[in-house]
């Protein structure tokens, strides 16, 4: 039997361990949040925001930012059909309603036309989300913050190395933004997640939040301000983050390098489309995707059963958020309905090979 191709994991090295043995060692006392300020003051320059709070999750850094900026019962919250059910969790954590709107075909990301058709008078945020490291069109939808005084919320989740015109990066834009840096991700601690915004106020909020509600500036010992959260990033993980930004451009190189490879490879391949890169932009390519066209009859199932005979790991398409069981389906939303039934996630890890790679090639030209 072929050797396993795996559709992801982290690229780890003696940086990472060395940091991470060191905060086991000596990261304790006074020094238990030495490595947790580093990886912050490193992200804050990275994405180019003013302030940055390392958390425990993305789903748990979202959670606080909606939190923050009072999202509550009887609020609306609109985001795309095609995504992580941690892009719309925290919305109901806290007693709000997510909105599920149709997605562009082209970068598979939330529909401008399709957000403002949603925003109703109980629309209390908007939320970006890009998806596999694909830029949503942030020009139209913050102006529909603008034009209807709603914040728009950046979920970076999967978009490490990806830039809007420019050095812009993905995140920094919006009200917030966030990040995860679980093992499958482009940059990981494993567990973990990043809160950015250049907003001072929002920043002193969602910091309260983190730490069980107590405020930085609190005297008394013990003594919370307001019902927080425990949502903060052990010092441990925070050491491996520090290993991965040292090496942060590397890591994005090589997606981007594998992304292009598969390019090339299918380049000949009619029928399909994969992650786009528009003009202006870059793309961090976090996971490498490609979409079969109606006409070729190309299938999810039949994409699944070619790649697991050749003992390859792909990964589904999202399936539609409104599909889930615990939400109200929602199938007038079209492309996020259909693209997963004809799409596939490829392998991507940072030391696949040439010889794995041209293997995964070959399934799809096959399929």
């Excluded at 529909?144 to 834009?173: C, F, Q, R, T």
Aim: contains cysteine; proline residues 5%; glycine residues 8%.
């Amino acid at each position: 039997m072929k050797s396993i191709i795996h559709y992801t994991k982290p690229s780890i090295t003696e940086l990472e361990v060395a940091y991470a043995t060191d905060a086991a060692r000596n990261g304790w006392g006074e020094k238990c949040y030495e490595y947790i300020h580093k990886f912050e003051e490193k992200f804050k320059e990275f994405t180019g925001a003013k302030y940055a709070i390392a958390t425990s999750s993305c789903t748990g850094a979202l959670h606080m930012g909606l939190a923050a900026i009072g999202v509550g019962p009887g609020d609306e919250v609109i985001l795309a059909d095609t995504n992580w059910i941690a892009s719309a969790a925290p919305i109901t954590y806290l007693g709000a309603t997510p909105v599920f709107v149709d997605v562009l075909p082209d970068s598979w990301c939330v529909d401008p036309d399709a957000v403002e058709k949603a925003i109703t008078p109980r629309t209390k945020a908007i939320i970006a989300v890009h998806i596999y490291g694909n830029l949503c069109d942030l020009d139209k939808l913050l102006a529909l913050g603008e034009k209807y005084g709603l914040p728009v919320i950046e979920d970076a989740a999967e978009a490490i190395g990806s830039y809007w015109h420019g050095n812009k990066h993905a995140g920094s834009m919006g009200k917030f933004g966030v990040f995860s840096f679980h093992g499958t991700k482009t940059l990981t601690t494993g567990e973990g997640g990043m809160f950015i915004t250049s907003d001072p106020e929002l920043y002193e909020q969602v910091l309260t939040l983190s730490n069980h509600g107590r405020a930085r500036g609190q005297t008394k010992q013990f003594w919370p301000d307001a019902i927080g959260y425990k949502y903060k990033m052990s010092n441990i993980q925070a050491a491996i983050g520090c290993g991965q930004m040292e090496r942060i451009g590397d890591l994005i190189a090589r997606k981007r390098q594998i992304f292009a490879y598969y390019q090339a490879g299918l380049a000949d391949l009619s029928g399909v489309s994969m992650n786009p890169e528009p003009l202006n932009t870059q793309n961090g390519y976090w996971m490498p995707s490609v979409v079969f066209g109606k006409e070729t009859g190309i299938t999810r199932e039949k994409l699944q059963v070619a790649f697991k005979n050749e003992n390859i790991d792909a990964r589904v398409f999202f399936y539609p958020l409104s599909s889930l069981p615990m939400f109200i389906e929602k199938s007038t939303n079209t492309n996020a309905w259909d693209i997963p039934n004809r799409a596939i996630n490829l392998p991507s890890y940072h030391d696949i090979t040439i010889q794995e790679l041209d293997r995964v090639i070959e399934v799809v030209k096959k399929s």
